[in-house]
Nanobody, 119 residues
């Protein structure tokens, strides 16, 4: 089993910054993709940013130019730097990772961390 633990959420004013971290532990062979998703009240969970094992990153249009995803493979940790935060960024942010082992793909989720942006 793999465990993902997020940290770094909180309350911030619009225009401010936060940095989320997600550390993986457990039966890790080789983590593949690591992502950040978010879910606002009454809305579906959406992909915010995505990074491959080789460092290729992609972002949702709504956060391009403001958020930056990175990962430290040695520490088995993925980060999300969030700048110029807006009230519409308010959501629970979830870390996700997957790995392929013995020809099967396994998906893992963190418990979520709340980000609240006040206007």
């Amino acid at each position: 089993q793999v465990h993902l633990v997020e940290s770094g959420g909180g309350l911030v004013q619009a225009g401010g910054s936060l940095r989320l971290s997600c550390a993986a532990s457990g039966s890790i062979f080789s983590l593949n993709v690591m992502d950040w998703y978010r879910q606002a009240p009454g809305k579906q969970r959406e992909l915010v940013a995505h990074i491959t094992s080789t460092g290729t990153a992609n972002y949702a249009d709504s956060v391009k130019g403001r958020f930056s995803i990175s990962r430290d493979n040695a520490k088995k940790t993925v980060y999300l730097q969030m700048n110029s935060l807006k009230p519409e960024d308010t959501a629970v942010y979830y870390c996700h990772a997957d790995q392929i082992y013995a020809f099967a793909k396994y998906d893992y989720w963190g418990q979520g961390t709340q980000v609240t942006v006040s206007s």
